[in-house]
């Protein structure tokens, strides 16, 4: 095992232009790494980080990631998951279309297609869970720690947890507007989670250009080591879900579909395309989409 050499790439998700959107680090050629090995290299480059497995432990799978934050392992990271396969696509001239990713979360549906020239990355995977909505204690300490006042909420949108991989509280603001203004408390917001059972506070408004409706947002993750998260994927397959459970968004021929954007006040601006399939308000699956962009390349010895 010694001297080990893989592929590691910094890569930007959700955007096409560099030093924008969500930064993730890929690593290919990880078979042979330990996962001691794995958070050794993911706590060097300090970024959440994809070791890419190519060998199949089984006939329901045709590829493995592994993700890891610079402190532990995750079962999936969203943004991560897109970095990905845009790399091992790209680099590697793996096959385009579909094919299934294992993750300690369960089996993703990957679909990489050719849009404008470049690559898109697709991933499909069962809706998240419905959790608990908020009592009224926990949602004014919320508030409070962000800087939020109950005036400001959409009437619509409950505050309401939501799981996948992980859990994010999901919080709807009457408009844009707002999201400039709020003031997180993050130490305050750390000590929450464990109360409120949330990890990442994810914040959303409703926007509307030319009558098509999509999402602004921002997401907080203090309890993760991650202040503002610039660009989320795994969140904005939630609020698909959250947005059709709750009838702020209707599905045609049994689908919605809408652009969230979020990074802008972190100058990390990103676009995740969500599609979410369901019958009536009950969701089937959840699809988002985005682009990626390489920054830089590098040769690891491990």
């Not at 990880?30 to 060998?55: I, P, W, Y």
């Not at 991650?226 to 968004?249: C, F, K, Q, R, W």
Request: net charge negative; with cysteine.
């Amino acid at each position: 095992m010694a001297n080990r050499r893989c592929r590691l790439f910094h890569v930007d998700a959700f955007t096409r232009e560099r030093f924008c959107g969500n930064p993730a680090v890929v690593v290919l050629d990880a078979d042979e790494l330990t996962e001691d090995q794995m958070q050794t290299v993911a706590t060097e480059v300090n970024r959440e980080t994809a070791f890419v497995l190519e060998e199949a432990e089984a006939g329901d799978h045709d590829m493995q990631v592994k993700f890891f934050t610079p402190r532990h392992s995750v079962p999936f990271v969203g943004h991560a998951t897109i970095a990905a396969q845009y790399v091992r696509a790209k680099k590697d001239g793996k096959p385009r279309g579909k094919l299934r990713q294992r993750t300690a979360a369960g089996i993703v549906e990957i679909e990489v297609n050719e849009v404008a020239g470049d690559l898109r990355i697709g991933i499909t995977q069962n809706p998240p869970s419905l959790g608990p909505i908020l009592p009224d204690h926990h949602r004014r300490q919320v508030l409070n720690a962000l800087g939020i006042s109950s005036p400001s909420l959409h009437v619509d949108c409950p505050l309401q947890i939501l799981a996948k991989g992980g859990t994010r509280l999901l919080i709807g603001l009457q408009s844009a507007d707002l999201l400039g203004s709020l003031k997180p408390d993050f130490e305050e917001l750390a000590r929450l989670t464990s109360h409120v059972g949330a990890e990442g506070y994810f914040v959303f408004a409703l926007v509307e250009e030319n009558g098509v409706v999509g999402t602004e947002s921002r997401m907080f993750v203090p309890a993760l080591g991650i202040p503002e998260d610039p660009v989320s994927g795994n969140a904005h397959g939630m609020l698909g879900t959250y947005l059709v459970t709750h009838g702020l968004m209707t599905p045609k021929e049994g689908r919605v579909r809408f652009r969230g954007q979020q990074g802008m006040w972190v100058r990390r601006p990103g676009v995740v395309e969500i599609e979410v399939e369901s019958s009536g308000k009950v969701v089937q699956a959840v699809k988002i989409v985005g682009d990626a962009v390489i920054v830089y390349e590098a040769e690891v010895q491990i």
